[in-house]
């Protein structure tokens, strides 16, 4: 005697596509945090750069 067959979701593999498109979607976030993290330290780096070229600041201390 069996029991009452009940429908259970059937677990399916790992989708090639979808693996792909989540590493590719992830791969372009990490890419871009990345890239604005490093045009913000060449605008600084630059920044410093011409402020150093104009005398308005110096890299030596001041001695009083």
Same mark, same amino acid.
């Given at each position: ?39 913000? +330290?060449?605008? =600084? ?8 070229? =104009?005398? +308005? ?8």
């Amino acid at each position: 005697m069996a029991g009452p067959r009940i429908a259970h979701a059937t677990l399916k593999g790992p989708s090639v596509v979808k693996e792909i498109c989540i590493g590719i979607v992830l791969g372009l976030a990490a890419g871009s945090v990345w890239k604005m993290h490093h045009w913000n +330290e060449q605008r =600084k780096t630059r920044t410093f750069h011409d402020l150093l070229e =104009k005398g +308005e600041i110096s890299v030596i201390a001041e001695e009083e």
